[in-house]
């Protein structure tokens, strides 16, 4: 596994690089709390056999990345996103985007496609909104616009999201989560205990660092409605959402697709707030398709 640590945005980022170098690049933006650990193989590598370079990277205040400080008020932020005032937060999502671009800067990358999950869905399109010369495509799954007149999430949904586990024990932690997973995980596409047992120890191996949530948190509250930003983003944009999804229930992926002119939406029957290995192979046949046809798009243009 080639990690590096690498110096972007003024903070200390872990990345991995699968190359191939020269090839098109496609950048993968994790989720809340999530590592760049939660990327299925099959996912990073059936991108690079079609031809991507395929680069992950753990997000500020998770994994290797660099760690933040502060503890933002959520509820005073959320009252200033309300109010239309400048919420007190230690960074937000549009930083969190800018981070992505110095990963690019720092591997001498002018221009990549763009993929993430959840909230990394949310910093795509944060990059498509102030790094457009930057972006050859976008691809936001299971994420939203921070619409407040959306559907909720579950409170099963949210009930598993906040509650913490009773210790930091490794074998505490790694029950816990399994948990909550079980709650929003695809219905038609559930992993077995090994499976999904692998997948949470692997990310708690690769680092555990509770306290980066709740600045996590805070950004996503304090980003408010992107809706109206979005419907000035001009660049090849693909919506990829489960409609069994308890988190981010699907109208967030509706409205996604809805907010930015000409995106393509595809909703998947059976997908929940996952990415399940045996839909990976529709993933890759959506993002390629997406990614060829934005690349040749470009070209014609040119």
């Not at 400048?86 to 671009?101: F, H, I, Q, V, W």
């Not at 929940?272 to 046809?293: F, Q, S, W």
């Amino acid at each position: 596994m080639n990690m590096q640590k690498i110096k972007a945005n003024g903070i200390e980022i872990n990345i991995e690089d699968r190359g191939p170098e020269g090839a098109p690049a496609i950048l993968f933006v994790n989720g809340y709390t999530s590592t760049m650990m939660s990327w299925p193989e099959e996912l990073m590598e059936g991108l690079r056999a079609e031809g991507f370079r395929v680069i992950r990277y753990d997000n500020r205040d998770v994994g290797h990345t660099e760690k933040l400080s502060g503890i933002p008020d959520i509820p005073a932020v959320a009252k200033a996103v309300r109010a239309g005032e400048k919420p007190d937060m230690p960074y937000t999502l549009a930083d969190m985007a800018a981070d992505g671009m110095g990963v690019l800067d720092a591997l001498g990358i002018d221009k990549a496609h763009v993929m993430g999950i959840s909230m990394g869905g949310m910093i795509v399109q944060r990059m498509a909104i102030h790094h457009p010369d930057r972006l050859l495509s976008v691809t936001s799954i299971m994420s939203t616009t921070g619409n407040p007149n959306l559907p909720q999430a579950s409170e099963a949904a949210m009930e598993a999201l906040r509650e913490q586990p009773a210790s930091d024990e490794r074998e505490v932690v790694i029950a816990h989560r399994m948990k909550g997973r079980r709650v929003y995980e695809s219905p038609a596409y559930r992993k077995t205990e090994d499976e999904l047992r692998e997948l949470v120890a692997r990310e708690f191996d690769h680092m555990y660092y509770p306290e980066g949530a709740t600045r996590q948190y805070a950004a996503i509250v304090g980003d408010g409605s992107r809706v109206d930003e979005l419907a000035k983003v001009r660049v090849p944009f693909l919506v990829i959402h489960g409609k069994a999804d308890p988190l981010v229930p699907v109208e967030g992926g509706i409205d996604t697709a809805k907010a930015v002119p000409g995106a393509t939406l595809e909703l998947i029957e059976g997908m929940g707030h996952d990415l399940p290995v045996p839909l990976c192979e529709t993933y890759v046949r959506l993002i390629a398709d997406h990614a060829k046809g934005a690349t040749a798009g470009a070209q014609a243009a040119d």
